[in-house]
């Protein structure tokens, strides 16, 4: 059999997004993940189910070839609100987000975009940004 399909984990950088645009041109059918954190491992076991979950349904997906997909919660989260997750589960109640004027170069809304997961996977993140968050804090 001569299979030309691949996933690829993490295109979001310089040579993942490179690596899909060759293999792309070389014929490949290329179906992509981005789960956008850090290799530390404790952030990988805080979504470990969640992406397995996601790779299969990739592995599997008729229409999710030459897609690229992000994997995460698809909740839009603010800074403030961030911050108080993170007040909260250090246990420091009294610290308080200090805000200053925007600089140029500031990226004012950010979040990974899961509808292409959703629509062509099926997929949907069964961990919260809290919990995510908590696994965080713990390693610290």
Do not use: W
Request: glycine share 8%; net charge positive; with cysteine.
């Amino acid at each position: 059999m001569n299979c030309r399909r691949v996933l690829v984990t993490g295109d979001a950088g310089f040579v993942g997004s490179l690596l899909v645009d060759e293999l792309v041109k070389d014929g490949f059918e290329a179906s992509v993940l981005n789960n956008l954190s850090t290799s530390r491992m404790e952030n990988i076991e805080s979504h470990l189910e969640d992406t397995m979950k996601a790779f299969t349904l990739a592995m599997n997906s008729k229409s999710g070839v030459g897609k690229r997909f992000n994997i995460a919660n698809g909740v839009l989260t603010s800074i403030n609100r961030l911050a108080g997750l993170l007040i909260e589960l250090f246990g420091a109640e009294g610290l308080k987000p200090k805000y200053s004027n925007a600089r140029q170069g500031d990226i004012k809304h950010y979040y990974a975009d899961v509808r292409e997961a959703k629509q062509h996977l099926g997929f949907e993140s069964r961990v919260s940004l809290k919990e995510r968050l908590l696994t965080l804090v713990k390693s610290y």
